[in-house]
């Protein structure tokens, strides 16, 4: 990510205080011109509860800065480092965010409704219960992010990197994922409903009892994840790379399963599954079947049909 450009403006706190007041004028009267705020260092400065909606900030160091509850909805925000600040509970709403860092932020229970957030870096950020309807995120990093019961419904992901990100019990409903790199994900118990994964690479992600209702997950790479207890009822899995993957007691009524690799899969108590699904699917000698015996599956076998303990 580029480097702010520098020399910053170092301002105190009683400085901040006038621009906040000078925007909040604006904000009750405002013109044609865009309320600016740019080339200072804020460092550690606290505006708590601050009204910013609408403002452009442009080459801001805001660095551990306390934000607790600040309104910037609408904000075009350019170049500011974000880094270790509290912005918890703070609003979003159809803000534009490009080239910001927020690395080790608590972001907590904020509004991020229909904003955008472009080649921006949110690693290591607390965002669990943060509300990121029809969000769109572009080539943003996301590694090691917390958002556990976070929700994601209608979001729009491009080129993000989410490795070692934390997602358990998201609500990741409708949502769209293009090319990301989602390695060792954690997000078991997440809602992904009618979501589309398109040439993501899950490899290694603890995805335990998710809900892929109708999902779209065609090319997705999936070795070796943790899946037992997935329901893909009526989901797309054809293409998906799935060797080796943990699929035990998932349940597959009306999964497409058409070229799926199931190469080393452990299908163990899988539930739903007919002899043309598995058939259309490519299984090998190291392939665990519903019934627990060793595969290739061959048609009219039964194996398709889990043990009954």
């Known amino acids: 990510m580029p480097l702010l ?23 009750d ?48 925000v350019h170049h500011v480092n974000w880094k270790c600040a509290r912005l918890a509970g703070a609003t979003f709403n159809e803000a534009v965010f490009e080239q910001v ?38 080539s943003c990093d996301l590694q090691k992010l917390e958002a556990p019961e976070s929700c994601w419904e209608q979001a729009r992901l491009y080129q993000c990197d989410l490795r070692h990100a934390l997602l358990r019990r998201a609500n990741l409903l409708r949502s769209v994922w293009e090319f990301c790199t989602m390695l060792h994900l954690q997000a078991p118990e997440a809602n992904f409903t009618a979501a589309r994964l398109q040439s993501c690479d899950l490899r290694h992600a ?41 699929l035990r007691e998932a349940i597959f009524e ?7 690799d199931l190469r080393g899969a452990d299908l163990t108590g899988a539930r739903c599954l007919t002899s043309a699904q598995l058939c259309q699917a490519l299984t090998d000698h190291t392939t665990i079947l519903p019934n627990g015996s060793r ?15």
């Open 254 to 260: 009306q999964a497409d399963l058409l070229a799926a």
């Open 101 to 138: 860092v927020f690395d080790e932020a608590d972001l907590a229970g904020c509004s991020w409704e229909r904003s955008r957030l472009i080649d921006c870096s949110l690693e290591r950020v607390r965002l669990q219960n943060a509300r990121l309807l029809e969000a769109q995120l572009e």
């Open 29 to 76: 009267n405002p013109d044609d011109r865009p309320s600016l705020i740019a080339d200072v260092d804020l460092s550690q400065l606290a505006a708590p509860g601050c009204r910013l909606a609408r403002v452009h900030l442009e080459h801001v160091h805001w660095t551990g800065g306390i934000l607790e509850g600040a309104d910037l909805s609408l904000a075009r």
């Open 295 to 309: 595969g290739p599956y061959m048609r009219f076998s039964g194996a398709e049909r889990p043990c009954r303990w």
């Open 206 to 246: 603890n995805l335990t009892n998710v809900k892929f209702f109708h999902a779209d997950l065609r090319g997705c790479k999936l070795d070796r994840a943790l899946m037992s207890g997935c329901n893909f009822r009526g989901a797309k899995l054809a293409g998906a790379e799935l060797t080796r993957t943990v």
């Open 5 to 27: 450009r520098v020399p910053l403006r170092r301002i105190d706190a009683s400085e901040l205080a006038q621009l906040l007041a000078r925007h909040a004028a604006w904000l």
